[in-house]
C-alpha cells in the first residue's frame, strides 16, 4: 500500500469530532498543544474545494517547528473530503455549511481566536466567517482566492474534476498530474508532482483514488460560460482592521492581478505576494513561501 509523506513525518496527530449536525470530521494538530490565553496564536489551514489537510502537511510542519516558529497548527479536511466523513445530504456541501464546521472544529481544539491560511475554497470559508464569526480571525492568509473569482479559472476546475479518467496506478500519477497542470506549474519538479499526489489521492487496494464525495465535483457540471459570479467586496472589506495577506500564482486564472491591486487599495495594510512558476493555486511551502508566511504569522 502507497504510504503518503504525511504518515512517513508522523510529526501530527489525528483526531475525529462531531460537526453540528452529528457528521464525523477530521483535524490534525501540529506541534504544541493550544492553550487557551498563550501567547502563541493558532494557525488553522483550510483547504480548496475538493483537497484536504494533507495539502498543507509540509507548511504545518514547517510553521510548527522551531525554525517556523512553534506554531500550534491545526489542518482541516471539510466534510466529504480526506479522512471526514460523506454527507448524505448533498445540498450541504455549502460554505455556509463548512464554515459552521470550522467553528466546531476551532471549539473542539480549544481555539478562541487564530491566524487562518485560507485556500481557494478555504478563502471563501473565511469571507463567510469574517462576517459570521469575526472574533475568530486574528489575521489570515488567502491563498490564490479574492473577492472576485475569474469564471475561466473555475470552468478550467469543472473540466478537470469531472473528467472520466484519473491515473491508473501510483507510478502513473505523478506523470498525470503534470500532464493536467504542468504549463500552470513550470517550478514543480518530479518529487513535487509525486508529494500533490499522495495529497490528491488515496489507496484502494492499491490504486489512487480521489479523495472527495464525486457529489462535490458534481456541483460544478451546470456551470457555464455564460455564468455571473457575484462579488465579495463587502465581505473582503471586514477584513480591513486585521492584518492580511493574499498570495496569487503568476499563472492563476483564478485570481487575477487586477483583483489583487483592488484589494490592496481596499486594504491599505494588505501584503501582495506572487508565487512564481505556479498557477491554481499555489503550494505554499515552495520557492521561500513557507518563509514568507513565517514572517506574517509572527509579526
Known sequence: MRE???????????????????????????????IRGEEKTPIVCLPGLTRNSRDFHPLAAF???????????????????????????KSRYAIAVEAEDVVAACAYFGIDRATFIGTSRGGLILHHLITSAPALIARVVLNDIGPVIELEGLLRIRD???????????????????????ADFPLLGPQDWREMGEALYRDENGMPIADFDPAIADQLQGLTGEAVLPSLWPQFEAFAAIPAMVVRGEYSRLLSATTVQDMARRHPGLIAVTAPGQGHAPLLHLDGLRQVIGDFVRR
Open 4 to 34: 503518503s509523506l504525511a504518515r512517513e513525518e508522523r510529526v501530527f496527530r489525528e483526531h475525529y469530532f462531531r460537526a453540528g449536525d452529528g457528521l464525523r470530521l477530521y483535524g490534525r494538530p501540529y506541534g504544541r498543544d493550544i
Open 63 to 89: 510553521l510548527a517547528s522551531p525554525v517556523g516558529g512553534a506554531h500550534p497548527v491545526v489542518t482541516l479536511d471539510y466534510r466529504g473530503r480526506g479522512q471526514s466523513e460523506r454527507d448524505s445530504d
Open 160 to 182: 478537470y474534476l469531472n473528467a472520466p479518467q484519473g491515473p491508473s496506478s501510483w507510478a502513473e500519477a505523478p506523470d498525470f498530474l503534470r500532464r493536467l497542470h504542468g
